[in-house]
């Protein structure tokens, strides 16, 4: 049962420590495991004050970004700055200084699949098969622990391990909930 269970969730097992490792490092601020981020400066922007940005200022800026096809909006996030959303990115302006950047955002590939089901963000069906997995994964656990004997199973180092294990964690959580 323990073979046939771990033949079963490879592809499982897989996703979810893969994506697991891409989520842990997006949440410490390292990279977006979704999204590939290319930003380049734009030359040649000239200043503005916020009452005088009209139709053809933000024409001239999509032109020498070379975005003019992927234009959807504008808006001021705040007095001195311009935002201006394309088509899968958007451009930053310094009102003030007329330094403007052209970020363009792209999916990553592989990645962002894996998310996508780590994230249960399809639901429905497959809410129980990862909830099918989870519990496998206790069972592969368990079933683990008997597999070996004697001085390399649970009560030789496999105990040894086995106690490590439930360590660690409780150890974290002393450090970073319970105090």
Do not use: C
């Amino acid at each position: 049962m323990h073979r046939k269970l771990g033949y079963l969730f490879f592809g499982m097992a897989i996703v979810y420590g893969v994506s697991g490792i891409a989520l842990n490092h997006h949440i410490a601020r390292h990279w977006n495991p979704s999204l590939v981020e290319r930003s380049e400066s734009i030359q040649g922007v000239r200043p503005m004050d916020r009452e005088s940005v009209g139709k053809e200022y933000i024409q001239e800026i999509l032109e020498k970004a070379g975005e003019k096809d992927n234009y959807k909006q504008y808006y001021f996030p705040g007095q001195g700055s311009l935002l201006i959303y394309l088509d899968k990115g958007h451009i930053n302006v310094n009102l003030e200084t007329g330094e403007a950047t052209v970020i363009k955002i792209r999916n990553r590939r592989v990645f962002r699949e894996m998310n996508f089901l780590h994230y249960n963000k399809p639901k429905q069906l497959w809410t129980y098969f990862a909830d099918l997995f989870a519990f496998s994964l206790i069972v592969l656990a368990v079933s683990g622990l008997f597999m070996a004997r004697g001085k390399k199973g649970i009560r030789g180092q496999g105990g040894i391990l086995f106690g490590v294990g439930i360590i660690i964690p409780l150890v974290f959580l002393l450090l970073y909930l319970w105090t």
